[in-house]
């Protein structure tokens, strides 16, 4: 599904990713773990095209491919949440959930601003109910999203995400924020999602690390220092050491 071998990436001669390595197959859920600082988010945005990559090597669906641009990642079957919602908060949930599928429409999102056709428009709508159905939120379509309360925003952002019907979807941070019942929810909406598509997950919140993933990869000061199942990596006695301390 997607494999990353030797990536590196500096920012200013500071190492931020050494020669890290990982494979996501099909319908599976890995996390990436590890102290501030560690390279999650920095990995992450390589996937994303948002970062220069130094080096390494990426197949995508068992094919070679140059490390990505932002504007291609839909085509390639790639889709992000974001730490932050990001929500524009003068639009209903509906609209916020369109913008994302604006690269999956010929006119995109530029031309959506100034008017789709019946038939784009349509469409468009189709694949947010779809997305928001997914996340039990079509409910809300109509809502302005400046009244929604925060745990339905996490909701509606990771709809967003999935509208462009990802084969690969970057979950970072997706329980941050959130109560234990909440946590409990997401908990559940991943498992569900891993039938459909492939997860990386980034989250600090350890209870919904260790119920969701297949595979752990742990990151210390940009490196790879462990991965493998769940339990082999909770009992990893440098991953205590650096990381997971009374989590193990």
């Not at 990436?9 to 890995?30: D, M, Q, T």
Request: with cysteine; glycine share 8%.
């Amino acid at each position: 599904m997607l494999s990353v071998k030797d990536l590196s990436i500096s920012f200013g001669g500071l190492k931020a990713l050494n020669k890290v390595s990982l494979e996501l197959n099909k319908n599976e859920i890995i996390g990436l773990i590890g102290p501030n600082g560690a390279g999650k988010t920095t990995l992450f945005n390589a996937l994303s095209g948002l970062v220069e990559v130094d080096s390494g090597e990426l197949e995508i669906h068992d094919k070679a491919h140059r490390w990505p641009k932002p504007h291609e990642l839909i085509k390639l079957g790639i889709s992000r949440t974001l730490q932050g919602v990001g929500l524009f908060p003068e639009l209903t949930v509906l609209e916020n959930v369109m913008i994302g599928a604006s690269n999956t429409s010929r006119t995109g999102l530029i031309s959506a601003a100034l008017g789709l056709s019946s038939k784009d428009e349509t469409h468009l709508k189709e694949l947010a109910m779809t997305a928001l159905e997914r996340v039990y939120a079509t409910s809300l379509a109509n809502r302005r999203a400046d009244t929604l309360d925060y745990p339905v925003t996490k909701r509606v952002a990771l709809a967003r995400a999935l509208i462009s019907q990802p084969q690969i979807l970057l979950l970072d941070e997706p329980a941050g924020g959130l109560g234990a019942q909440d946590i409990e929810w997401m908990n559940s909406l991943i498992h569900n999602l891993s039938s459909q598509c492939s997860v990386i997950l980034v989250e600090h919140h350890m209870d919904v690390v260790m119920s969701v993933c297949d595979r752990l990869y742990v990151l210390n000061f940009g490196e790879v220092i462990a991965s493998g199942d769940v339990e082999s990596v909770r009992r990893n006695p440098d991953v205590v050491a650096a990381y997971l301390g009374a989590h193990a």
